[in-house]
């Protein structure tokens, strides 16, 4: 709507006489643009608030702090929304990743960055286990905290987690600390935020698309555990066009 708008502004100007120098039909483009903006924005979180978001994302989905497993000069991006307590996100870890990381990622073809929506009404323990999930990728430990944490859904006991993290020869107290990063706890809270902003509503999401450098363009969305040949199908469409 926005680009339609000042596009007929445009016009209107290149083809009907105005008064005032150029100086001033510069400023009331400003103007103009800058009104047409706040509409835009606020057109935007309407819809937001209204449970609509999906009807207003933008044309790029921020990877922000999520956890990047790839190579960053990868052409196309793969931005996933999980759920640690969610068994579909398990289902699609264990059984469908693997494979998609052999064949896309490890061969630079893809980008994985890995965003949290905790459904915390349904799971209650997911921002928990996110925040877990957090402090363990700060020692170098995410894939291994991750496929733990959803081989271990349901009723998650700090005693356990920390006798996983002794076994993975983690420092335990360190990470005890890091449960209680400020910062860390508002990166879980502003990726839920994030994501419910877009409309998201389930999980795992996804959005697979060219990879923009602190984002992800031209995107497509995908629902769910997905089969393994579902995701190679958009991977390679994606991949045969660069």
């Known amino acids: 709507m926005k680009r339609i708008t000042l596009v007929a502004l445009a016009a209107l100007f290149l083809t009907a006489c105005q008064s005032g120098n150029n100086a001033d039909l510069a400023a009331k483009v400003a103007a103009l643009e800058e009104k047409v903006e ?8 309407i819809a937001q608030r209204a449970g609509m978001g999906a009807l207003v994302r933008p044309e ?38 693997p494979e998609l990381k ?4 490890d061969t630079g073809k893809v980008l994985f960055v890995a965003r949290e929506f905790p459904l915390f009404k349904a799971h209650p323990q997911a921002p928990f286990a996110a925040l877990t999930l957090r402090c363990a990728a700060t020692q170098n430990l995410y ?62 999401t996804f959005f697979i698309g060219l990879n923009a450098g602190n984002g992800v363009t031209d ?24």
Request: proline residues 1%; negative net charge; contains cysteine.
């Open 102 to 105: 052999k064949n896309y990622v």
């Open 38 to 45: 706040k509409l835009s924005t606020l057109q935007t979180e």
């Open 143 to 204: 894939a291994e905290m991750k496929d733990y944490l959803f081989a271990n859904q349901g009723t998650l006991k700090q005693t356990e987690i920390d006798a996983e993290l002794t076994r993975l020869k983690a420092d335990v107290a360190k990470h005890t600390e890091c449960m209680t990063n400020t910062k860390l706890q508002e990166g879980v809270r502003d990726s839920t935020l994030y994501a419910g902003k877009l409309g998201l509503t389930s999980t795992p």
């Open 60 to 97: 790029q989905l921020a990877f922000a702090d999520g956890h990047q497993i790839g190579q960053n000069t990868a052409k196309v991006a793969m931005l996933e929304f999980t759920d640690l307590q969610c068994p579909f996100c398990a289902k699609f870890n264990q059984e469908i990743w």
């Open 219 to 242: 995107y497509q969305e995908l629902v769910g555990a997905k089969s393994y040949a579902e995701f190679a199908a958009v991977l390679d469409a994606l991949l045969a066009q660069q």
